[in-house]
């Protein structure tokens, strides 16, 4: 089945730490992937995609992240995490050019 | 620059009442979408419109689930006779082009 998996529900990191989220997808051609954020009371907003070219994209808010076709993965990162990324991210692809498939969701906790 | 707008933001029902939610997308795209969110899980994709035509649906939007988007411009979503099971988040986007949602903030359904 076609499925966007995110292992980790929650995960904790020290403001300034750096941060990788971890995201798998099951398809079986290359999809377009996708990460977006929600924050509380607020709409989710897109972070970055990938498409097809570069495998190391960058997105808005100092967050990258690098699709590894051997891997059906693509993690987000950032290299020093502030207080204000707390937040819930959602990976997503997407393959048909019609809608998204979200994963679960990971949960960011920043400590101070 | 305004955003995805849905209304009412939060809807508190009896059970076999019927609710409908707004969405008004940014001006000029032309795509428009409904998702609905559960706790703990990611977005799960309901309906799908390009301009006024209904696209796609979703196997999990039964009979008592209708989307309209008259003329291209806003769209409602109506649920008949509400269960205690479609308490969740109804989102809305819009895109101009592939992959690129923009979601506005949510209406929250509770049926009692």
């Known amino acids: 089945a076609q499925s966007v998996t995110q292992p980790d529900i929650h995960i904790t990191v020290s403001e300034g730490a750096s941060l990788e989220l971890r995201c798998n997808y099951s398809?079986?051609?290359?999809?377009?992937l996708f990460w977006y954020v929600q924050s509380p009371g607020q709409g989710l907003q897109l972070l970055l995609k990938?498409?097809?070219?570069?495998?190391l994209v960058q997105g808005i808010k100092g967050f990258e992240a690098e699709f590894k076709r051997s891997q059906s993965s693509f993690n987000l990162r950032k290299p020093s995490v502030h207080w204000s990324d707390a937040a819930e991210y959602f990976c997503?692809?997407?393959?048909?050019?019609?809608?998204?498939?979200f994963g679960a969701g990971t949960i960011l906790r920043v400590k101070s | 620059d305004t955003g995805v707008s849905q209304n009412p933001r939060h809807k508190i029902t009896k059970r076999g009442q019927n609710v409908t939610f707004r969405c008004d997308p940014i001006?000029?795209?032309?795509?428009l979408y409904w998702y609905r969110q559960t706790l703990g899980q990611g977005p799960e994709f309901l309906t799908y419109?390009?301009?006024?035509?209904?696209?796609?649906k979703s196997r999990l939007l039964s009979d008592r689930f209708s989307a309209e988007r008259p003329k291209g411009s806003f769209s409602t979503l109506e649920i008949q006779r509400t269960e205690q099971g479609d308490s969740a988040m109804y989102l809305c986007?819009?895109?101009?082009?592939?992959?690129?949602?923009?979601f506005g903030e949510g209406s929250r359904l509770t049926v009692l």
């Open positions: 986007a819009s895109s101009p082009s592939l992959g690129e949602l923009f």
């Open positions: 997503a692809m997407d393959m048909s050019g019609n809608k998204l498939v």
């Open positions: 001006s000029e795209h032309n795509r």
């Open positions: 419109f390009q301009n006024e035509a209904q696209l796609e």
């Open positions: 398809y079986g051609a290359t999809p377009y």
């Open positions: 990938y498409f097809s070219g570069d495998t």
